[in-house]
């Protein structure tokens, strides 16, 4: 079976949340210097849906592995 690449869903965030985080605190592949909550991760994902900017993830048998965010930066701490 291959990968899916699909437009995120609301429900996906979680996934992208974990994936995010594990990323923030294991590797530098992020500006953040500390993990998000998840609530910000949902209003991030609806300023993206409002402003028609896509989020795609990529699925293998139902779950989700990766993700890509298109859109400006935001400023945050550390950068």
């Given at each position: 079976?291959?990968?899916?690449v699909?437009?995120?869903?609301?429900?996906d965030?979680?996934?992208i949340w974990?994936?995010?985080?594990?990323?923030?605190?294991?590797?530098?592949?992020?500006?953040d210097?500390?993990p998000?909550?998840?609530?910000?991760?949902?209003?991030?994902?609806?300023?993206?849906?409002q402003a028609?900017?896509?989020?795609?993830v990529?699925?293998?048998?139902?779950?989700?592995?990766?993700?890509?965010?298109?859109?400006r930066r935001?400023?945050?701490?550390?950068?």
């Open positions: 079976m291959s990968a899916q699909r437009p995120a869903l609301r429900s965030i979680p996934a974990n994936i995010y985080n594990t990323a923030v605190l294991n590797t530098t592949a992020s500006y210097l500390e998000v909550s998840l609530d910000s991760r949902l209003t991030w994902f609806d300023h993206k849906q028609g900017w896509p989020v795609l990529a699925e293998l048998q139902g779950e989700v592995f990766g993700w890509a965010p298109s859109g935001r400023a945050t701490r550390g950068r």
